[in-house]
């Protein structure tokens, strides 16, 4: 079941006893974008350049290189410093070195291969 501000939004199955779950992200994204991939409304192949998405403060122009398919699955290498206080900003790679997955990128003259993570 979930609750927001005291209205139920879903309920499916036993819901009489409270189980808290972590890190389902990915999982509730992948049910709410499947539909329309499947009917081909997105198309997870698409890049943010080819969306015409950008952010606040603009985004690099590598990071508008990032796949749907990288962004739904957390590995896109577009980098966000967190927004609470469990970050461990310290020891994230500096905004040069991003580099979105299974691309080769070139930062301050190095080569960095990004392969897909499958820890992401």
Known sequence: MAVQDG??????GPVQSVSIVFSVRKSV????YG??????T???D????DLN?????????IERQAKLRDLLAARSGVYHAAANGGDDAAAAPPVDHI???????TTTGTSTPRAPSLNA
């Open 35 to 40: 539909k329309y991939v499947a009917n081909g």
């Open 42 to 44: 997105i198309d997870l």
């Open 29 to 32: 994204l992948s049910m709410m």
């Open 46 to 49: 698409s890049t943010l350049a």
């Open 7 to 12: 209205r139920v939004l879903f309920s499916e």
């Open 53 to 61: 998405i950008d952010d606040v403060g603009g985004l690099l122009p």
């Open 99 to 105: 580099c979105p997955a299974a691309t080769s990128c």
